[in-house]
């Protein structure tokens, strides 16, 4: 059974960093697209960062610039690294991929979510 995993949230300042961290487990074949999305208190959740196996990457554009998406291939992992954070970045943040797994085609899964909280 295939799992996403995030850990690395928690309280930053503004201006201050964290980094978010998830990790694919069960019998993985191949994964394409990674990403991460957010949900903030009242609003929908809108996509904040995807990365393509081969490495290119998208941003929506109130975190480019200050947000940087990675991924390690070999690990099945895909990170985040949020720098000058701001209030408005608070949210939970959820980790998304599409996954090959045994015995199926391509699925989409979610991580549980993980909070991140920018406040002074």
């Known amino acids: 059974q295939v799992q996403l995993v995030e850990s690395g949230g928690g309280l930053a300042q503004p201006g201050g960093s964290l980094r978010l961290s998830c990790a694919a487990s069960?019998?993985?074949?191949?994964?394409?697209?990674m990403g991460w999305y957010r949900q903030a208190p009242g609003k929908q959740r809108e996509l904040v960062a995807t990365?393509?196996?081969?490495?290119?990457?998208n941003y929506v554009d109130s975190v480019k610039g200050r947000f940087t998406i990675s991924r390690d291939n070999a690990k099945n992992t895909v990170s985040l690294q949020l720098n000058s954070l701001k209030p408005e970045d608070t949210a939970v943040y959820y980790c998304?991929?599409?996954?090959?797994?045994?015995?199926?085609?391509?699925?989409?899964?979610w991580g549980q979510g993980t909070q991140v909280t920018v406040s002074s």
């Open positions: 998304n991929a599409d996954i090959y797994a045994s015995g199926t085609s391509f699925k989409n899964y």
């Open positions: 069960g019998r993985i074949f191949s994964i394409n697209t």
């Open positions: 990365i393509t196996s081969r490495g290119n990457t």
